[in-house]
Each structure stands twice: as structure tokens, then as C-alpha cells.
């Protein structure tokens, strides 16, 4: 059964950094890709970052490419996503979610498993 579980969120100041993870059972992340998703509050859900299992690339929306990093621990089956120079635009629920593929070229409506997310409030 595959699960999905993120950790990290909370209250933090613009400029400042925050590492969400996410827990996967069912399936290994060295097969299968997994990727970021954000929404914001009124706005659709977005695809922020993904990391690909064929090749290990990792792929990043422009609005958060050279501030957020994506990253994998194989062995604990763990997907990270450092956030780095948060701005309030950044505040979401941020979720996890795969499609059971080995590339990220496919977006949200394609993702068949989810977690159930994790909230980022930037705020001073």
C-alpha cells in the first residue's frame, strides 16, 4: 500500500529557510520518481520540484528554481525539499506525491498517490 507522510511545515520569516520531508512506503524512491506540489490559498495546485528515479534529475518550477532543492535519501525512502530565501508568495499547504513512474514529466493531474500535506506560512 503506498503512503505518503510530510513533515516540516510551520511558521517562518521571509528570508528564511525551511526543510520539508516526506516519508514513502510501498514503493522505492530508486524506482519511482516523486515530486513537490504546492497550493496556495484560492490559487490551483502547482508543481514545484521533482526528482527522477531513471536519472536522479531534478526538476523545479521557475518561481522557486535557485532557492528550494530537492533531494533523496534511497535507504529511509525519503524525499526532502530544502527551502531557502522563503518569500510570503511561498505560503501553501506543500504536498508530496508520485505517479509510480521514473521521470517527472508528468504533472498534478496525473499523480496517483498524495500525502496529506503539510502547511508553510510565511508571515512576519
Known amino acids: 500500500q503506498v503512503q505518503l507522510v510530510e513533515f516540516g511545515g510551520g511558521l517562518v520569516q521571509p528570508g528564511g529557510s525551511l526543510r520539508l520531508s516526506c516519508e514513502a512506503s510501498?514503493?522505492?524512491?530508486?524506482?519511482?520518481?516523486i515530486g513537490w506540489f504546492r497550493q496556495a490559498p484560492g490559487k490551483e495546485r502547482e508543481g514545484i520540484s521533482c526528482?527522477?528515479?531513471?536519472?536522479?534529475?531534478?526538476h523545479y518550477a521557475d518561481s522557486v528554481a535557485g532557492r528550494f532543492t530537492i533531494s533523496r535519501d534511497n535507504r529511509q525512502n525519503t524525499v526532502y525539499l530544502q527551502m531557502n530565501r522563503l518569500k510570503a508568495e511561498d505560503t501553501a499547504i506543500y504536498y508530496c506525491?508520485?505517479?509510480?513512474?521514473?521521470?517527472?514529466?508528468?504533472?498534478?493531474?496525473?499523480?496517483?498517490?498524495w500525502g496529506k500535506g503539510t502547511l508553510v506560512t510565511v508571515s512576519s
Open positions: 526528482i527522477s528515479s531513471s536519472d536522479g534529475s531534478a
Open positions: 506525491a508520485t505517479d509510480l513512474e521514473d521521470s517527472c514529466r508528468n504533472g498534478v493531474s496525473r499523480m496517483q498517490y
Open positions: 510501498g514503493f522505492s524512491l530508486d524506482l519511482h520518481s
